[in-house]
């Protein structure tokens, strides 16, 4: 069973850009969470979507977004990069997200880097 | 104050040696608490996942939880060179609403 997947693997922007980040759950699982990993702050939680609607959303400016399809595919959007925005952003699936005993499973994530 | 706070090491132990990762935190509406292993370039996997107090053994780990102290540790037994990673504690809440609130994680490296 394929586990999830991220894409790209890296990325590299300048301060201004737009990007998007893409991640495939597991299959069967219908949530998916965002979240960001820096040195400084750790791994903080951005949002998360289950049957397309984002369901949570953490203390994150509005410059980053996110959809999901119905597919249960989802991306991810920052505008206006700044060059704090460089990050380790993953992905976590799970089958519901609804349940608080629900296990999550990240992919490896996308580097972003913000020059 | 951090919620979760986690010492980020380096914790360096020779190999078989007993590990021991702590993590203490600050709201008592954490219900569920997890602990991570995340390799260099990954992203982290799922070791241990307790509700309760006490403790939960799964072959050479032990992870044990105190709500009374609001403390949390993970237990490593027969410690590997391939145990070398970063080991971050994570908690919800029993709503859930707000995701995963994750210590800033411990580097640990076990000497051949």
């Known amino acids: 069973k394929a586990g999830v997947t991220q894409t790209p693997r890296y990325l590299i922007k300048t301060r201004g850009q737009q990007v998007t980040l893409s991640c495939s759950p597991i299959s069967g699982h219908r949530s998916v969470s965002w979240y960001q990993q820096t040195p400084g702050q750790g791994l903080q939680f951005l949002f998360e979507?289950?049957?397309?609607?984002?369901?949570n959303k953490g203390n994150f400016p509005g410059r980053f977004s996110g959809r999901q399809f119905s597919n249960s595919r989802s991306e991810m959007n920052v505008s206006t990069l700044e060059l704090g925005d460089s990050a380790l952003y993953l992905c976590?699936?799970?089958?519901?997200?609804?349940?608080?005993?629900?296990?999550?499973?990240f992919g490896s994530g996308t580097q972003l880097s913000v020059l | 104050q951090k919620e979760v706070e986690q010492d980020p090491g380096p914790l360096s132990v020779p190999e078989g040696a007993i590990v021991s990762l702590n993590c203490t935190y600050s709201n008592s509406a954490f219900q569920y608490f997890m602990w991570y292993r995340q390799y260099s370039r990954k992203g982290p996997e799922l070791l241990m996942y307790t509700y309760s107090s006490g403790n939960k053994e799964d072959g050479r780990f032990t992870a044990q939880v105190d709500k009374s102290s609001k403390y949390i540790s993970l237990f490593i037994r027969d410690s590997q060179p391939s145990d070398s990673a970063t080991y971050l504690c994570?908690?919800?809440?029993?709503?859930?609403?707000?995701?995963?609130?994750f210590g800033k994680g411990t580097h640990l490296i076990i000497q051949p």
């Open positions: 994570a908690m919800r809440t029993g709503g859930g609403a707000d995701g995963l609130t």
């Open positions: 979507y289950f049957s397309e609607t984002q369901r």
């Open positions: 976590a699936s799970s089958w519901t997200g609804g349940a608080t005993n629900e296990k999550l499973f």
